[in-house]
């Protein structure tokens, strides 16, 4: 990935000019009706299941979720927005997976509470969220993603080129019982995959406890990354805790199972910034009489283990910004950083594959700002003592019928020593 040198435009913007201007006019959305489809368990919408609304949709379409209950779905070389409505709780219960995006597509996964299925086959479906073969970008916002028992990763990535989590929370399944060796991971990096985290926690699953002979399962691993790129942001990975040694057998005297590792890494280049990582704790024997025999404690997870890890020096910065947004209203970008911080926004047609400039502390998630082109420059004013800026957006109006509109925002902050920082990307769609 390239290192850059900062470059930002002067130009002042309003949101609504943003949105009104030619550039964004030419999105190549459906131009004939709404390009979102509302998808709804019990209600009158088109579609009763997510699977049927993204597989109606057209390349950039919206798939909007009412509240409920819903399956899994998959996303296949297909540029879709799936966003839980403003305010509702969408549950999915079975494996998500986003697979085989080419270069020019993008997936964005926003506002959904993802448990994978309980099982010790599917892996497919017991992964909360699984991500394979993508060269395109993936941007997974606000949501809290687990995954089901005995085989189930938070997350699991490999071979992606480009996948961006902001302000989730990604937890392993109950780590796996009897012959099953795999650890159920917070999230899991392979193949080559380029990962980037802003605002999250990933936590390993907790091992299962064992009773009446055969060795508990250790904890899952906050993050593991083999062959791989990981950037994390203002994060916290931790190890999950060893299971516990309940009743010994009486032919053996089984060990509990060791805590997960806050990252364990394996030729990997792990980057963070103003991020933690933390031990697991050991499993204990607490056997009874039920079975006889003995037992030993297992042992502490690391912080870290194998692979290069390099730390960042500062303090993180931080946007948030809500979605989706009805067009006419006003919603509020709201930016956390040090007093003295001049901050741009940096508003975007679609996101850009990650490009890692340690000099701005971060990952540039949007194309980078040229003369005419694509990303163009708010400024946001300077922090002040408080710390934050909430900043009010206008949305314009957009006519019933025509389509919805997703920007892609990345705040920028210079210090006052001239210091860069970014913070996260998140997406804002925009309904008619």
Not at 374 to 392: E, F, N, Q
Request: aromatic residues 6%; proline residues 5%.
């Amino acid at each position: 990935m390239q290192i850059a040198r900062t470059r930002t435009s002067s130009a002042a913007l309003s949101l609504a000019t943003v949105l009104a201007i030619p550039w964004l006019a030419a999105l190549a959305f459906v131009p004939t009706s709404s390009n979102v489809r509302v998808v709804d368990d019990d209600g009158p919408a088109s579609f009763t299941t997510i699977q049927a609304g993204v597989d109606a949709a057209q390349e950039g379409d919206v798939v909007l979720v009412r509240p409920g209950n819903y399956t899994g779905f998959v996303v296949a070389n297909k540029s879709v927005i799936v966003v839980g409505d403003l305010g509702a709780a969408v549950q999915i219960q079975g494996g998500v997976r986003v697979v085989d995006l080419a270069a020019s597509k993008f997936v964005v996964l926003a506002n959904l509470l993802v448990t994978g299925m309980n099982s010790f086959t599917r892996e497919d479906q017991s992964v909360g969220l699984d991500l394979a073969n993508d060269a395109g970008s993936v941007r997974v916002e606000s949501c809290v993603i687990t995954g089901g028992m005995w085989t189930g990763r938070g997350v699991r990535v490999r071979a992606c080129d480009d996948v961006a989590l902001v302000g989730c929370d990604l937890r392993g399944g109950w780590s796996n019982l009897y012959w099953y060796q795999e650890n159920c991971d917070g999230i899991e990096s392979r193949e080559a995959s380029i990962v980037t985290l802003y605002g999250c926690v990933a936590r390993g699953g907790d091992g299962l406890p064992q009773t009446c002979g055969g060795n508990p399962r250790s904890g899952g691993d906050g993050g593991d990354v083999r062959d791989a790129f990981l950037f994390g942001a203002n994060s916290r990975f931790e190890g999950g805790r060893g299971g516990d040694n309940e009743a010994g057998d009486s032919f053996s005297c089984p060990s509990a199972g060791d805590g997960g590792d806050g990252i364990e890494a394996a030729n990997a280049s792990v980057y963070l910034f103003d991020s933690a990582t933390v031990a697991g704790t050991e499993g204990l024997s607490i056997y009874g009489s039920s079975c006889g025999g003995c037992g030993n404690n297992g042992y502490s997870g690391s912080d870290r283990s194998g692979g290069t890890f390099s730390d960042l020096l500062g303090t993180a910065r931080l946007l948030a910004l809500t979605t989706p947004a009805l067009s006419g209203t006003t919603t509020t970008a709201e930016l956390h950083g040090t007093p003295g911080d001049r901050v741009s926004l940096l508003v975007s047609e679609s996101p850009s594959g990650a490009e890692f400039v340690p000099g701005w502390h971060g990952i540039l998630l949007v194309p980078r700002p040229r003369a005419g082109l694509g990303t163009r420059v708010l400024p946001a004013g300077t922090i002040p003592a408080s710390g934050d800026i909430h900043m009010p957006l206008a949305l314009p109006p957009i006519d019933p019928g025509s389509p919805a509109r997703t920007l892609f925002v990345q705040a920028l902050f210079r210090d006052a020593q001239g210091n860069v920082f970014l913070s996260g990307a998140r997406s804002l769609t925009v309904l008619p």
